[in-house]
């Protein structure tokens, strides 16, 4: 995740990139339904949930000192983790807090279309769309969950969405890479520059 590969971003040494970390945790993320429908009994799949929701939460809030995020991302970042925290205190048998993180799914999902929105001119159109296409459907999802608490394919419309989630949440790590390139050039530049000016065989001799 240095990016030791000699590209920009490692030679600036900006140490771990947030899209990298944002991909992670949107594939770790995917795993938690995945897992849970094969070992539907298990804590294992609720731990790799917790995992993802982590990571992601971590990685937004790693964009937030550079100049192609918005405030929004803060946002988003800090619901993630939030979700995380009640999530870690639920699984350990306190009642309310896993009724504060069953509230919280709903800001969750609606930060995603806010990001969307508030990104889409930095990180691509088509990349948010998926995006906002995602937080539009696990939001209703929430809704139907929430009026047919028995409803049908509950288990499949989980999976389902939550994939859709971890896919659009990959998309959108994949536009930030190409920002996080675009700033490490600059940077290099303006390293190159600042050395260049100071460089003494290259400073000119007084008159």
Not at 8 to 26: D, H, I, Y
Request: glycine letters at 8%.
């Amino acid at each position: 995740m240095n990016d030791r590969d000699g590209s920009a971003w490692g030679r600036v040494k900006a140490g771990r990139r947030p899209s990298s970390v944002l991909t992670l945790g949107a594939v770790i993320m995917a795993l938690g339904p995945v897992l849970n429908r094969i070992m539907p009994q298990a804590m294992a799949p609720w731990y790799t949930w917790l995992a993802g929701l982590t990571l992601i939460g971590v990685a937004l809030m790693m964009c937030t000192p550079h100049a192609w995020s918005s405030p929004m991302v803060t946002v988003a970042g800090l619901i993630f983790l939030a979700h995380a925290a009640t999530l870690s205190v639920a699984l350990i048998g306190v009642a309310t807090a896993a009724r504060v993180y069953q509230l919280l799914a709903v800001p969750k999902v609606l930060a995603l279309g806010l990001l969307a929105l508030t990104e889409r001119r930095q990180h691509g159109y088509h990349r948010m769309r998926w995006l906002l296409a995602a937080g539009v459907l696990a939001t209703a999802k929430i809704g139907w969950r929430t009026i047919t608490p028995d409803m049908p394919w509950r288990d499949v419309a989980d999976l389902v969405v939550n994939l859709v989630v971890a896919f659009a949440l990959g998309m959108f790590a994949r536009g930030l890479r190409r920002r996080e390139d675009e700033w490490a050039q600059r940077r290099l530049v303006e390293i190159s520059a600042s050395f260049e000016d100071f460089d003494p065989k290259k400073a000119r001799k007084p008159i």
